[in-house]
């Protein structure tokens, strides 16, 4: 659930004790939403928790295959089918494979297969099929995590905006995991840090948040 | 030389080599200053996709409602409000008084009579929105009338986010400006669209499927897609206030920080709408790069001015410490020492070379290069000119500049890319100077960079006596190269 203008308000003005006289008009600033340009979207910025909440598949593998080719019942509608060889399925239904079918409108995007190949290794949290069987990242980039090995060798994930915001007003259910994390992830939550997250942080995270959601 | 030495300086150029190989693997380039550049069979290269100012530039509106409820439920904003508002979004661009800019609204749209899309029409479904936009693939002919036909350019009001949800769209999509039809000989646009979600102005918000902005935000943040419809690309200033925003600190935007954030800056609301703070919605970053690439000429028309009337331009290189080796991607800023948080004008490095030249070797016959028969055509767009690496023009008005250089955002990828480097990478080294560039009205100024504290070229350590091992390799079409080179 995203946090209230409220408590995002009071969180915002936990850091400025002195500022007086000020903080009614620094709050006011800060309080506007960023908007985020993705892939020729506009697009709100989604935290983690709000990713995971909106998706009804998270999952971690390695794309097989791309392929460009239209709608069958959208004829003017060309998409692009991606399989993704699944390692690990972290909420929606088990499978070995999973298979998505994402709109392309714009002619670059075509081109470029909306930025997916074979052999890329991923972790994507899709939003629910359209009723045309359409669905996209959440957040758009924002839900599409590339995973590389970093320079210790372990896996990391970043996404399409360099994780950037993707623990913004998520200290409650952080506090509730920190223990299980690396130090270095705990950092990057103190101090709100973008980058390159390790994988199995963020796995942790998402399995929690997904627990919370589906508990009672 | 050692056998250990000459294993540790293969090891590096091979490193290097890999480097620069994985460096080259990217998407096109959506550059700062044009949003896309002419490549080999795509427009002409090294210029700037744009639209042919001399016939002016039309846009067909939606005759459907902004906003409604949703579920096709009352309207909020009717259709003459929701088209008061786009023309004065694109009418932000074209009132810059050295921009060569004409751009009318044309009417309803066109009829799309293959899919019985009446003319003047509301489009409320996919169906009818993808026939406005038209066949994309490349086997089908599009409906002349159609955007991807080139018969018109689509401003396209969902009003209450339904086509988003058809298309999987997540709920938090504003909205997306989009490509369609230009020349391939002459870079020309043709066409292009843009559609609106009016769920994020129905007055509700639900926090989870419905959001809401404010009615200055939702037109700032279409009057930016506006500047891509127009070819304009990104720009990055002010850069610090993102970065305490995202790192949580406390930072308050001033009236100058406001002003100079550019409307193409790739995220919207670090400072408040430009509308809502009192300043122009266009910065002087806008201004003088929509004027850049639709300059008004010598002899303007009333109520405009002479591009060369009214700016200058720093141009120049960056380059590694060496002073020789052209980088690539590094943002350049010139700020002027009269307000230096609102004037300031900036530009990437090398935003005219391809992000990925290619590499022709690898084509069974390089002189006509297809995906089929390459492993690495490299982008469609972008030119090969190895003299634009690294090169530079920041237009600026009259007056006197300081130049300062910072690595472009990691965060800006993908749509929100401003360099040729998508994945940015962060700048080799760094450079200060308080040295002031003075400008005039169209003269030129040239500004190398060389930066400081940069590694090495690659081969600074090759020695001439190095002779590299000759690694076969078996390509597609049997014949043989060699990595490295023979040296007697």
Known sequence: ?216 | MSQTLRCALFAKQILTLCVAFFLMQVPPSFCGGPLTVGGPGAGIPGVALLWDSSKGITYRVDAGPLSRKPNSGAIVIDNAPGITRVNAMFANWSAVSTANLTIANAGGLLAIPSDSFPAGGDVQTAQQFLSVVGDPSVQALPDPNSCNGGGQSPIVFDADGSIFDALGLPPEVIGFAFACDYSTTTGKIISAGAILNGRFQDGINDNSSNFELTTNEFNQAFTHEFGHFLGLGHSQINLDLLLKAENGQPYTCSADDTAGMPLMFPILGICPAKATAGVPVVAVDDAAWISKLYPVGPSPPAGKSSFSSAYGTITGTVFFSDGMTPVQGVNILARSTNSPRRNAVSAVSGDRFAGNPGNPRTCADPNNPTPDTCGNIGDPFGSRDASLIGHFEIPVPPGSYTISTESVFEGFTGGSSLTPLDTPIPSPGTFSSTATVNVTAGGTTTFNITLQGTPNRFDAFESASVKLPDVPLALPNRERYFIGRRRS
């Open chain 1, 1 to 216: 659930m995203r946090p209230s203008p409220a408590v995002i308000f009071l969180r915002l003005c936990r850091f400025l004790p002195r500022v007086g006289a000020l903080l009614p008009l620094f709050c006011s600033l800060v309080l506007v939403c960023p908007v985020y340009s993705q892939s020729n979207a506009v697009t709100l910025p989604r935290n983690l928790e709000q990713l995971v909440s909106e998706s009804d598949s998270i999952v971690q593998g390695r794309v097989t295959s791309v392929s460009l080719e239209p709608h069958p019942q959208l004829s003017k509608l060309l998409m692009v089918v991606v399989t993704v060889q699944v390692e690990e399925t972290l909420k929606g239904q088990n499978a070995s494979t999973y298979t998505f079918h994402q709109a392309v409108i714009d002619k670059r995007d075509q081109q470029q297969k909306m930025g997916y190949h074979a052999g890329q290794h991923l972790l994507l949290a899709m939003i629910r099929p359209s009723a045309y069987g359409l669905n996209s990242p959440a957040g758009v980039q924002q839900g599409r995590f590339e995973i590389s090995s970093g320079p210790d060798g372990k896996a990391r994930a970043i996404n399409g905006f360099a994780n950037a915001g993707l623990f913004r007003g998520m200290d409650s259910q952080l506090k509730a995991v920190r223990s299980q994390l690396s130090p270095k992830t705990v950092e990057m939550f103190d101090q709100q840090k973008s980058g390159p997250l390790a994988l199995e942080d963020l796995k942790t995270l998402i399995r929690t948040l997904t627990l919370e959601k589906t508990s009672p």
